[in-house]
């Protein structure tokens, strides 16, 4: 499987695992609830996935990559207990508590969630002393004399042995108590994810174009080369950084990420391309509706890879403009209910102010319980804070009745709608020049069906087109991307 069907799989067992009778009991009995065992390449994004699931499930999330750990912090220290048997007494070996278990009855207090996943990284690697106690986690949940808590489930991962020298098999008896899903890589799956993240659009345009790039791993005389997922999102970052503060990115400075010698140079060579095709063509005047006659001339007599990589910068500025739609229009939505629940209490207030401001704070609350708990992703954390500012700026006075203190509280989300109708109005009329160039461009082409793929597939394309009606999105996406044509592109895109 891949890693998004591997994303689902661990969901589905989250909600089976955690699902109660009518008795308030674990439907499946902890000891019939099975470990995941995920096996797949280093840098595949196994660990991506367990945050996105813990976030998806809302459950806590404890992840640990085993080999940092000695025998001592996974199991504890030994010490002498006193017992009695018999009338005599015995000097016995008691252990104190796992670091492992510790951390995890620390996220429980510190976030109030009880149920979670306890995530064991590199499994099978590690060391001699350590090796019994792994496979003691495995069969029994503990880690010396302490079990995971009710409600936690345990997912470990591995890599096969291809990968790494030092992994240990595991034997008959620990594979027939855990759930094993192996893990192959796909460009395709990651790309979606890539998309949501925000990889940089020049990686994400030339995976387009060299997708068996994306993930490679061969030894030859000068040693072991490769590139995995984890490599081209770490660059990623550092590219955008880079550019801010208008730092060359050299072919060294690739292959720091991409440890692969052919595949560093190719993409050292693309950027620089990318960038010279930003410049030459102008793809913010292209977005404003400016499109110089010259332009279409070269992109007509352009190759392959240049109309690809136009596509994609086009795609880019797009997004961008819709990423600031959405991101008004959680606000606006999230401003929205604050006031609907707001304005279901001041009646009955005896304070309408003092009302407001308990609201406020059980928002300021929930944003450090999820904050504490991993909860939300850096953009929700950065939306959630921008909507406690203007919920502080738009605290209605002392000494109001609940209707005027309501007209108060309000005044602020009528200049938000207001901003949230100019996003769109924006946005809507830069979609549209957008379009005019793909169809005078690319007419109906392999290029279009890229274009209107990604508008589908991402997250920002998917909210904007269904607030903002854009009639050649939805006549090119029922034309072009049923069946063979879109078969047609992957096809030439995987060649």
């Not at 030339?206 to 068996?212: F, G, N, S």
């Not at 930003?278 to 292209?286: K, N, S, V």
């Not at 602020?412 to 924006?426: A, D, M, R, W, Y």
Request: aromatic share 10%.
């Amino acid at each position: 499987m891949n890693i998004k069907e591997a994303k689902q799989e661990v969901i589905n067992t989250v909600k089976a695992y955690l699902q109660k009778d009518s008795a308030g009991d674990y439907l499946i009995p902890a000891v019939r609830q099975r470990p995941v065992l995920l096996m797949g390449p280093p840098g595949i994004g196994k660990t991506q996935i367990m945050e996105q699931v813990a976030r998806e499930c809302n459950i806590a999330l404890v992840a640990y990559t085993i080999t940092h750990h000695t025998r001592q912090s996974a199991v504890g220290l030994p010490f002498i207990e006193k017992e009695e048997f018999d009338g005599k007494e015995y000097s016995v070996t008691e252990y104190t508590m796992s670091e492992i278990i510790a951390s995890v009855y620390h996220k429980m207090r510190d976030t109030g969630l009880s149920e979670g996943i306890l995530f064991i990284d590199e499994i099978n690697c590690v060391s001699e002393t350590l090796a019994p106690a792994m496979l003691q986690f495995l069969q029994c949940k503990t880690f010396g004399n302490q079990a995971v808590p009710k409600g936690w489930i345990i997912v470990a991962a591995g890599n096969p042995p291809e990968y790494n020298k030092s992994v240990r098999e595991f034997d008959m008896v620990t594979l027939d108590r855990v759930r094993r899903m192996d893990i192959e890589t796909d460009y395709r799956a990651w790309r979606e994810y890539a998309r949501k993240e925000q990889i940089h659009s020049a990686l994400l345009s030339y995976l387009e174009l060299r997708p068996k790039n994306f993930y490679r791993v061969e030894a030859d005389v000068d040693g072991l080369q490769f590139v995995t997922a984890r490599g081209w999102e770490d660059f990623s970052d550092l590219l955008k950084a880079y550019e801010i503060l208008q730092i060359p990115v050299t072919q060294e400075v690739v292959q720091e990420y991409l440890r692969h010698a052919d595949v560093a140079e190719d993409v050292a060579a693309y950027l620089d391309l990318y960038r010279k095709y930003q410049d030459d063509y102008g793809i913010e005047e292209i977005l404003q509706g400016r499109v110089n006659a010259e332009v279409y001339q070269r992109i007509s007599r352009a190759a392959f890879d240049e109309k690809i990589s136009v596509t994609g910068l086009l795609l880019d500025g797009l997004l961008r403009e819709m990423a600031v739609f959405c991101m008004e229009k959680k606000l606006t939505d999230a401003w929205y209910l604050f006031l609907k629940e707001y304005r279901s209490k001041v009646e009955q207030a005896e304070n309408p102010k003092e009302c407001y401001l308990s609201l406020l704070k059980q928002e300021e609350e929930t944003l450090e319980k999820k904050k504490a708990a991993d909860l939300y992703t850096r953009k929700e954390v950065q939306l959630y804070e921008k909507l406690l500012a203007v919920l502080k700026k738009s605290c209605p006075s002392g000494g109001l009745g609940a209707k005027e203190s309501f007209e108060e509280a309000k005044k602020g989300f009528g200049c938000q709608t207001e901003k949230l109708s100019g996003e769109k109005e924006k946005t809507g009329k830069i979609t549209e020049f957008a379009f005019d160039f793909m169809e005078t461009a690319f007419a109906a082409g392999e290029e279009m069906v890229l274009f209107v793929t990604e508008l589908t597939l991402s997250q920002e394309g998917a909210v904007f087109l269904s607030e903002y009606d854009c009639e050649r999105y939805h006549k090119y996406n029922q034309e072009l991307l049923i069946g063979s044509r879109r078969r047609e592109l992957l096809s030439e895109l995987e060649r």
